[in-house]
């Protein structure tokens, strides 16, 4: 896999109902890109925060929405035990496939399924645990999933949403004006850029009693990244279609971020949150 693979993907990619261009590079795409931030110690952080807040206790159901290749999934599935269920729900084929496969090759008993985060495949009140990493931003209805998840909790059960807020992103190189618009061109074609802000009300309109303690760190860019700036070249073709820069403009800024990377100086990094919602138990 090479990060030739990664042109596959656009601002959409890893929403559903997406189909690209390239059927069999489209699944690599996703997959390298997942690997890739799963490595980022702020995500690792973040991960390990949450899954403490959410403290997911053997014999629970426990669910991953929007699991990608089930890291997660494997984790909560040792936690909750034989007695225990831990599903990952994830609606493209592709990733569900490797999902397996990896649970497999580590002897996990995680099972993952196809579903979608506003009609989720269970009965009210029966899901413990819930988290969904990086799946709101993608959403044509996030208020919708949130009703979804309390509607499934169990009394007493725990759900955790995190997500990025892109408002947040900061980049070293490049001219001021020209990163600007190049994000400002990308957060048009993004469905809930902003999705990191929008959590803590999203779980209390859905009827939820959220904590007051919110986790927060910062996914930074590895420098080797920065290097081969695939993924920002996806994103000035983007904004060079939408007319937000020009190809000069584009170009400069492409190699002002190899250069700043080879000096040691290029830093690319956006804050990601998490949030704790939980369902009242009238047992108290």
């Known amino acids: 896999m090479t990060t030739g693979d990664l042109k596959a993907l ?40 949450t899954l403490a807040a959410l403290a997911p206790q053997p014999g629970e159901t ?12 494997r984790r909560l599935a040792a936690l909750v035990g034989p007695a225990g269920r831990a599903v990952g729900i994830e609606p493209h084929a592709g990733l569900r496939t490797q999902a397996e496969a990896r649970a497999l090759a580590e002897g996990s008993t995680a099972v993952f399924v196809e579903g979608d985060a506003p009609a989720l495949p269970f009965e009210d009140g029966t899901v413990d645990v819930i988290r969904s990493e990086r799946v709101f931003q993608h959403l ?23 997500d990025s807020d892109w408002g947040s992103m900061v980049q070293s190189m490049g ?18 850029p902003f999705a990191g802000r929008s959590l803590r009300w999203l779980l209390r309109r859905a009827g939820l009693v959220v904590d007051a303690e919110v986790g927060a760190d910062a996914a930074v860019l590895p420098e080797e990244q920065l290097r ?19 190809v000069e403009e584009g170009d400069r800024l492409e190699r002002d971020n190899i250069a700043g ?23 108290g």
């Open 228 to 246: 081969v700036p695939v993924l920002l070249r996806n994103s000035i073709e983007h904004a060079l279609a939408d007319g937000a820069i020009t």
């Open 140 to 162: 044509d209805d996030p208020a919708a999933a949130a009703r979804e998840i309390a509607r499934v909790l169990a009394p007493g059960g725990r759900v955790a949403l995190v």
């Open 62 to 73: 426990a669910v991953d929405l929007g699991c990608g290749t089930g890291a997660e999934v």
């Open 261 to 283: 990377a080879e000096r040691g100086e290029a830093f690319v990094a956006v804050m990601m949150f998490s949030v704790i919602g939980r369902s009242v138990d009238p047992a």
């Open 10 to 49: 656009t601002p959409t990619s890893f929403r559903r109902g997406n189909l690209p261009a390239d059927a069999a590079a489209d699944p690599a795409a996703r997959v390298m890109v997942l690997d890739m931030q799963e490595l980022m110690p702020g995500i690792q952080r973040l991960r390990d925060w």
């Open 175 to 192: 001219e001021p004006d020209v990163v600007r618009r190049l994000m400002d061109a990308s957060f048009r074609r993004w469905t809930n």
